[in-house]
C-alpha cells in the first residue's frame, strides 16, 4: 500500500500570510493527488485535484503543486475562513490513503 | 439536488451489529464508486474501502477487512456499510463519499456522516 506523510500536522498563521503543506507518498503517484478542507462537525470538502485543478468554487488563493512523491498545497493570504484542518489524499491506487492532517490555527 | 443523506447516529453495545445505509440523490447512481471514510474522535480520515455500483464489487482497505461489508441497493440509489462484532475503538463518524467510476480524481461529494458510538 503507498502510504502518504503529511506535514506539519499543526501550523499557526495570521490572516494574510502563506502557507504551505507538504504531503510525501511512500511511492509515485503521478499527478493524482488531491486536497481536502475540512471544519469541524462537517465532512471534508475537496479543493484541489490532480494536484493543482481547483474544484468549481474553490478560491484562487489555494493552490497545489508537485509530482511524483512530493506535493504541496499553498494557501496565498490565509483568510478567517480557511483556519480549519486540510488532508490529502493519493488518488492512484487502492486503497486511496489520505494523509495524516494538518490543522491550521491561528 | 446532488446529495448523499447518510441515516442517523446510533449507539450500539460491544458485540453488536450496525448498518449504515447512504441515500444517493441528484446523479446517475450507478456512474459513481461509493466511498466509506472513518473518523474517531479528534483523528484523521481512514479509507475504508468502496464499492461501484455498476460491478457491486467491494473493495476493503486492509484494516477494513473480516467485519466490514459493504453492500448496494441500485434499486433505491443506496450504499450500505454493515460493521459485525462492534468494539469500542469502532466508535467514529463514518462517511459515505462518491468518486467517478475508472476516475482517479478526489471525493467530490459527502454524505453528512454517521456517529456509531460503541459502548456498554
Known amino acids: 500500500d503507498i502510504q502518504v506523510t503529511q506535514s506539519p500536522s499543526s501550523l499557526s498563521a495570521s490572516v494574510g500570510d502563506r502557507v504551505t503543506i507538504t504531503c510525501r507518498a511512500s511511492q509515485t503517484i503521478s499527478n493524482f493527488l488531491s486536497w481536502y478542507q475540512q471544519r469541524p462537525g462537517k465532512p471534508p470538502n475537496l479543493l484541489i485535484y490532480a494536484v493543482s485543478t481547483l474544484q468549481n468554487g474553490v478560491p484562487s488563493r489555494f493552490s497545489g503543486a508537485g509530482s511524483g512523491t512530493e506535493f504541496t498545497l499553498t494557501i496565498s493570504g490565509v483568510q478567517p475562513d480557511d483556519f480549519a484542518t486540510y488532508f490529502c489524499?493519493?488518488?492512484?491506487?487502492?486503497?486511496?490513503?489520505f494523509g495524516q492532517g494538518t490543522k491550521l490555527e491561528i | 439536488q446532488v446529495q448523499l443523506v447518510q441515516s442517523v447516529s446510533e449507539l450500539k453495545k460491544p458485540g453488536a451489529s450496525v448498518k449504515v445505509s447512504c441515500k444517493a440523490s441528484g446523479y446517475t447512481f450507478i456512474s459513481y464508486a461509493i466511498n466509506w471514510v472513518r473518523q474517531a474522535p479528534g483523528q484523521g480520515l481512514e479509507w475504508m474501502g468502496w464499492i461501484e455500483p455498476n460491478t457491486g464489487n467491494p473493495r476493503y482497505a486492509p484494516a477494513f477487512t473480516g467485519r466490514y461489508v459493504l453492500s448496494l441497493d441500485t434499486s433505491v440509489s443506496t450504499a450500505f456499510l454493515q460493521i459485525n462484532d462492534l468494539r469500542t475503538d469502532d466508535t467514529a463518524v463514518y462517511y459515505c463519499?462518491?468518486?467517478?467510476?475508472?476516475?482517479?480524481?478526489?471525493?467530490?461529494?459527502w454524505g453528512q456522516g454517521t456517529l456509531i458510538t460503541v459502548s456498554s
Open positions: 489524499q493519493q488518488t492512484y491506487t487502492v486503497p486511496r490513503t
Open positions: 463519499a462518491r468518486v467517478g467510476v475508472g476516475t482517479r480524481l478526489g471525493i467530490d461529494l
